[in-house]
């Protein structure tokens, strides 16, 4: 079955920090992946996506992802957080007509 | 506005007492999916729907039914709620799966707590 694993359970940073965000999948066939974002007390919301083509994601609010197919590997980064960016991340993968299955998570705190 | 709707969004119950969160959305989505989200375990799927009366077990079904009678309503049933069933419950909708990166969108969320 397809997994998901986000390395990073809670990451700490200073504003104006660079982030990255670990997230590897599983399954070796055709993927579309997703990063969502859920910030304290509110419900999932999609920062970006991937299907195909460029394997440079870029999305919402400053942040970016690129797919490294080698290496299974759908990383999330942004040059410089803000305080805002506290939030829960989530990465998510779907291969073809399966249910999208989840990552447990990576809790940003953003400090100032 | 498009969105996905889920009721109540607080729920205090006790053990045994049947219970339904309704979810709906107003999308016209042919997938509709059920998570409970747990500190540390992130999001775990129950059940799962690709189309009216078409349902699927997810990871956790496990004191839980649904149904699909119309496109647009996902309830998701606890027939006889136990305390590990106290959790943060997303329901969510994409218009399909599969063939494409469809987003899902994710409603407000239903805090239940089973004493």
């Known amino acids: 079955a397809q997994s998901v694993s986000q390395h990073n359970h809670h990451v700490i940073l200073s504003e104006a920090a660079s982030l990255e965000l670990g997230c590897n999948y599983s399954?070796?066939?055709?993927?579309?992946l997703f990063w969502y974002v859920q910030y304290p007390g509110q419900h999932l919301q999609l920062l970006l996506k991937?299907?195909?083509?460029?394997?440079l994601v870029k999305g919402i609010k400053g942040f970016e992802a690129e797919f490294i197919k080698s290496k299974f590997s759908f990383n999330l980064r942004k040059p410089s957080v803000q305080w805002s960016d506290t939030a829960e991340y989530f990465c998510?993968?779907?291969?073809?007509?399966?249910?999208?299955?989840f990552g447990k998570g990576t809790r940003l705190s953003v400090i100032a | 506005e498009a969105q996905v709707t889920q009721n109540p969004r607080y729920l205090i119950t006790v053990t045994g007492k049947k219970l339904t969160v309704t979810c709906s959305q107003n999308?016209?989505?042919?997938?509709m999916s059920w998570y409970r989200q747990d500190p540390g375990l992130g999001l775990r799927q129950i059940y799962y729907?690709?189309?009216?009366?078409?349902?699927d077990k997810g990871d956790v079904p496990e004191g839980y039914k649904v149904s699909r009678k119309e496109k647009r309503n996902f309830p998701l049933i606890l027939e006889s709620p136990s305390p590990n069933q106290t959790s943060l419950y997303f329901c969510?909708?994409?218009?399909?799966?599969?063939?494409?990166?469809?987003?899902?969108?994710f409603g407000p969320g239903t805090r239940l707590t089973v004493t």
């Open positions: 969510a909708s994409s218009l399909s799966i599969g063939g494409g990166p469809y987003e899902q969108y």
């Open positions: 399954y070796g066939g055709t993927v579309n």
């Open positions: 991937y299907f195909s083509g460029d394997p």
């Open positions: 998510a993968v779907d291969s073809g007509n399966t249910p999208l299955v």
């Open positions: 999308m016209n989505h042919e997938y």
């Open positions: 729907s690709m189309n009216v009366e078409v349902t």
